[in-house]
């Protein structure tokens, strides 16, 4: 009997686990068709991103498909900035640790800047990389 109370936290940490995968897995599975759409894409468990010519495409990742999708186009970006704990930092020079990652696209009107959040900051430098040599 006291074997079996131990075990029992056990048991319920690996069927959590299994569930907690089993919903990763269906999240990267509905990126991969949702990004077939674009030339070129990512996806992180913060955000999934997708380019295709001009136009940007961001939302959250859902076990059902991406959600709350905006898409812009790069034509209307003033600048884009890689934010590293709420500072701007140089894409060829990122620092190796930060608490949150983004890159910012900054319009005319500031009030509607864009932020997408990475979970790796040498990912979103080679995605500020990317997208600024597109803007040229």
């Known amino acids: 009997m006291e074997r079996g109370l131990v075990w029992l936290p056990l048991l319920v940490a690996f069927?959590?686990?299994?569930?907690?995968g089993s919903k990763e897995y269906?999240?990267?599975?509905?990126?991969?068709?949702?990004?077939?759409?674009?030339?070129?894409?990512?996806?992180?468990?913060?955000?999934?991103?997708?380019?295709?010519?001009?136009?940007?495409?961001?939302g959250k990742p859902t076990p059902?498909?991406?959600?709350?999708?905006?898409?812009?186009?790069?034509?209307?970006?003033?600048?884009?900035?890689?934010?590293v704990d709420e500072k701007p930092v140089d894409t060829e020079k990122p620092p190796e640790k930060g608490r949150t990652i983004e890159l910012e696209f900054l319009f005319p009107d500031p009030i509607n800047s864009v932020r997408v959040p990475f979970t790796e900051i040498p990912l979103a430098a080679e995605w500020g990389k990317y997208l600024q040599s597109l803007r040229v």
């Open 26 to 58: 269906q999240k990267i599975e509905a990126y991969r068709a949702w990004a077939q759409q674009f030339e070129k894409a990512k996806y992180d468990i913060y955000a999934v991103l997708g380019q295709k010519g001009n136009n940007i495409t961001w």
């Open 15 to 20: 069927f959590w686990l299994a569930w907690q």
């Open 64 to 83: 059902t498909g991406p959600i709350q999708l905006k898409t812009f186009s790069l034509n209307d970006v003033r600048e884009i900035s890689l934010l």
